[in-house]
């Protein structure tokens, strides 16, 4: 591999905006049957140089070789056609389409009459989805399927059409463990056949699994490139932050401070018998002021669809949902926020942000009724709440007019956190908030955790990183296929012991701590 000449060779391309100087200098090589890593905190310029090599943006100056060969994509449909493939993170899919349609995506085989031959896209798309594991109903439509499914079915789009490049954008941020052992398994496969694969993600644990070497940028600039295996964990965090690997390793693997000082008041949310046939059996946990709990599990235990039971965003069959002694309505989102429940869901994309919509209209949306007076919405009240949490909560923005889509994914998720602490909650119910972002973000969602905790908010934690639940909980709530198993608080809360429960559980009184302060 070492010696073979790069696939893709990136040579000293620079692009910029105005305003901003998003790659500079730029140099980055790609070999035959590699997996690269490319990392680096968001604004750190990847999605940029993907979308430089894919033909979303021409570079201002440097050039691209694909091959062996200069060129010069002007969309991304001539670097598909080339032999570039990319997947992204959110899933570029349409779901109304089947399976097999979606496989074969401008791209369908025809009759003699030029007519979609569907049969056949049936059956090739299975054939293709087989070859790599995935085995699914090509013929169901895209929108009945899981979200890791789904990206499974974009991955198979992307490495079905004879790609020489695959350039994979947090491939895993909606995959369950077995579904990453399939992806891994397909990236062995594409490196066994020569195809370079460029590899984005947070995730560490997967960069030193499949990982031959990386490349690290920081503001636009190259600051490392060399073997992974080079490099500890903690020296890529340092390299990816600017920071000295001395701090890092002083300050911990997250942004989390120190344990909470639990208010001994009467808990802020009850949430009892919690149970919704098949996948909720009989949930129950507390909440107290100032304490952050975790509901930690596999994919598919069930954390999300508590979080949704108790913030009434899907019915459940039986059970009771109490903040500050008062019952809530279960099934009704309206009755949760009255209550004072706010709810950050995992999917930012679809069911948070509104993309077209400005940083102050996305803040201040759920707020509105707040501000109307006689029917009239007070600008200046407005101004004054969003200037407040864009610096509270360290906003990065050009300004509050700044369409939220195009800030990075961790200022994308302040923004949401700043419309729901907007409405100054009692529960701050959190799933995935660090999914998808970089390590410096993560960090500062992280502090913030802390910061509202801190203020005497409850808040409930979802995370799929153990690090993240172990160092930012004061209380883990373990699941398990839709059932409590177990309960950790203070010192029990180890990486180990979390393992050992989601694995095995407790052998008896599963739930009988669970609502003890």
């Known amino acids: 591999m070492e010696q073979q000449a790069p696939v893709l060779d990136v040579r000293r391309v620079t692009k910029r905006f105005p305003g901003v100087l998003a790659l500079d200098d730029i140099s980055f090589e790609l070999r035959p049957g590699e997996v690269h890593a490319l990392v680096g905190e968001n604004g750190a310029g990847k999605s940029t140089l993907i979308k430089v090599m894919t033909g979303v943006y021409r570079p201002d100056e440097g050039q691209i070789l694909f091959k062996g060969e200069e060129v010069s994509f002007s969309e991304p449909r001539e670097s598909q056609e080339a032999g570039i493939s990319t997947i992204y993170q959110e899933i570029n899919l349409i779901p109304l389409l089947s399976v097999a349609q979606n496989v074969f995506l401008g791209r369908e085989p025809r009759n003699r009459l030029g007519l979609i031959d569907r049969e056949r896209m049936n059956r090739e798309a299975a054939e293709i989805l087989q070859r790599y594991g995935i085995g699914t109903d090509v013929k169901a439509p895209l929108r009945s399927l899981g979200l890791g499914v ?12 004879d790609a020489r490049v695959v350039i994979m954008d947090e491939p895993t941020s909606s995959l369950e463990a077995r579904e990453v052992e399939t992806l891994f398994g397909v990236i062995g496969q594409l490196r066994e056949e020569g195809v370079g694969v460029i590899y984005v993600s947070h995730r560490l644990d997967e960069l030193y699994e499949i990982c031959d070497r990386v490349t690290v940028l920081r503001d636009g600039r190259l600051v490392y490139t060399g073997k992974l295996a080079d490099l500890s964990r903690l020296e890529l965090i340092a390299q990816m932050l600017g920071r000295e690997l001395a701090e890092v390793e002083k300050e911990g693997a997250t942004g ?12 802020v949310l009850q949430a009892r018998g919690l149970t919704q046939h098949p996948r909720l059996r009989e949930i129950s946990f507390d909440v107290r002021p100032g304490e952050v709990v975790g509901l930690a599990g596999l994919l598919g235990a069930g954390r999300s669809e508590t979080a949704k039971a108790i913030f009434g965003a899907e019915p459940v069959d039986s059970g009771t949902v109490k903040v500050g002694g008062e019952d809530v309505r279960t099934g009704s989102p309206a009755a949760a926020i009255k209550a004072g429940i706010a709810f950050l869901p995992e999917d930012r994309k679809s069911e948070g942000i509104i993309p077209d919509l400005s940083v102050k209209e996305n803040i201040v949306a759920a707020a509105l009724p707040r501000f109307a007076r006689a029917g009239i919405v007070s600008e200046k009240a407005q101004d004054e709440l969003v200037e407040e949490f864009i610096r509270r909560l360290g906003i990065k923005a050009s300004s509050p007019d700044q369409p939220v889509r195009e800030l990075s994914g961790g200022n994308q998720q302040k923004v949401l956190l700043a419309r729901w602490l907007c409405m100054n909650p ?3 119910i959190l799933d995935e908030p660090t999914r998808g972002i970089d390590v410096g973000a993560k960090a500062e969602i992280q502090k913030l955790v802390d910061d509202l905790a801190l ?3 409850g808040v409930i934690l979802i995370s799929s990183e153990l690090d993240e639940m172990t160092e930012g909980s004061d209380r883990v709530v373990a699941l398990r296929e839709g059932t409590m198993v177990g309960l950790l608080s203070g010192d029990e809360i180890t990486e180990g012991n979390l393992m050992e429960l989601l694995a095995h559980g407790e052998d008896s009184g599963e739930n009988g701590g669970a609502t003890d302060g």
């Open 150 to 161: 789904q990206q499974m079915v974009a991955i198979a789009r992307a490495i079905s059409v």
């Open 426 to 428: 009692k529960v701050l």
């Open 455 to 457: 203020e005497g908010l």
């Open 256 to 267: 989390f401070g120190e344990e909470h000082e639990a208010s001994e008041e009467e808990p």
